[in-house]
């Protein structure tokens, strides 16, 4: 599979909303229960770390990949959280990787010291994808919150705690 990794466009939603959705559906990518607006999606994500995979051959996206900036504390603006989408269909074909390799390449040359995220334990291919890209697990929030739809409404969840350090803050 031939994938070219480029910066999201508000063209890209449907299918960057369609690839979100599954991951919602799966019951191990997050907490949200449906896909934002793309209002509220582009309000909350920076827009100079958003990227789409997208195949070579037949031009769909295969995946995306945003940031969005944990606190508007001036001692925080190097520390972002991450989220990284890949299509079921997709899913074991590296698209992951090259997803995470261009954004983590982004967020260095522009000077982001921390990248985070909160996995699901279950999840085991997105903590393997991490664990290669040198992420390091900091720890596991128990019972950080209820699941309140899909497979697992009404459980209380853990979530690895992930983060990537960057080489020269």
């Known amino acids: 599979m031939s994938v070219t990794v480029r910066a999201m466009t508000p063209d890209d939603w449907p299918a960057v909303e369609r690839i979100y959705q599954e991951g919602i559906d799966t019951g191990n990518a997050t907490f949200e229960t449906r896909t934002p ?3 509220a999606f582009d309000a909350g994500k920076l827009a100079s770390h958003r990227f789409v995979a997208v195949d070579d051959t037949a031009g769909a996206a295969l995946g ?3 940031a969005s900036a944990t606190s508007a504390r ?3 603006a190097g520390v972002v959280e ?3 989408y890949v299509a079921s269909a997709a899913q074991g074909h590296g698209v992951g990787r090259e997803l995470l390799g261009v954004f983590l390449d982004s967020v ?3 000077g982001i010291w921390t990248v985070q995220s909160s996995i699901f334990p279950e999840n085991e291919a997105s903590l393997a994808l991490h664990d ?3 992420f390091r697990r900091v720890g596991t929030r128990e019972r950080i919150a209820r699941s309140e739809a899909g497979p697992y409404a009404g459980v209380w969840r853990d979530t690895v705690l992930i983060a990537r350090r960057a080489a020269t803050p």
Do not use: F, I, K
Request: aromatic share 16%; glycine share 6%; hydrophobic share 50%.
């Open 82 to 84: 991450h989220s990284v």
């Open 37 to 39: 607006t793309w209002e």
């Open 108 to 110: 260095d040359a522009a």
């Open 64 to 66: 995306w990949v945003a």
């Open 74 to 76: 001036p001692a925080y």
């Open 132 to 134: 290669r890209a040198g």
